[in-house]
Nanobody, 123 residues
Framework: QVQLVESGEGLVQAGGSLRLSCAAS????????MGWFRQAPGKEREFVAG????????YYGDFVKGRFTISRDNAKNTVYLQMNSVKLEDTAVYYC????????????????WGQGTQVTVSS
C-alpha cells in the first residue's frame, strides 16, 4: 500500500509556472506507475500526465500540448508536475495517483490517490 501527499498548491498568473510535488510513503514507490489528474468545479476528473516506473515513459493529456512535464525521483519517492504557460482553464484541484499496472489514462484503474492540491490561475 502507498500513501500520497501532494504539495505545491498556489495562485499563479496566466502564462506563469508552478511545480507540484507528490510524496509517497513506503519502500515500493518504484513499483508503481504514477499519474496526475485534475478536477475543475462541475467537471469530471481528467487525466493530465502519467509516468512509468523508471521514468523513461511519459504520457500526457491532449490539452497539455507541451506545457507540462511529469517526472519522478525514485530515490526521494516523489513525482512532480512542472506546469508552464498556465492558462485560466488549468484552474482545478490536482491529484496524484498510483497504480500497479501499466500507465493508464483512466482514473478508475488507479489504486491509490492523494488528497489533492488546489491550483488557481488568475488573469
Amino acid at each position: 500500500q502507498v500513501q500520497l501527499v501532494e504539495s505545491g498548491e498556489g495562485l499563479v498568473q496566466a502564462g506563469g509556472s508552478l511545480r507540484l510535488s507528490c510524496a509517497a510513503s513506503g519502500r515500493t514507490f518504484s513499483s508503481y506507475h504514477m499519474g496526475w489528474f485534475r478536477q475543475a468545479p462541475g467537471k469530471e476528473r481528467e487525466f493530465v500526465a502519467g509516468i512509468g516506473r523508471s521514468g523513461s515513459s511519459t504520457y500526457y493529456g491532449d490539452f497539455v500540448k507541451g506545457r507540462f512535464t511529469i517526472s519522478r525521483d525514485n530515490a526521494k519517492n516523489t513525482v512532480y508536475l512542472q506546469m508552464n504557460s498556465v492558462k485560466l482553464e488549468d484552474t482545478a484541484v490536482y491529484y496524484c495517483a498510483a497504480r500497479t499496472g501499466w500507465v493508464s489514462t483512466y482514473k478508475a484503474e488507479y489504486d491509490y490517490w492523494g488528497q489533492g492540491t488546489q491550483v488557481t490561475v488568475s488573469s
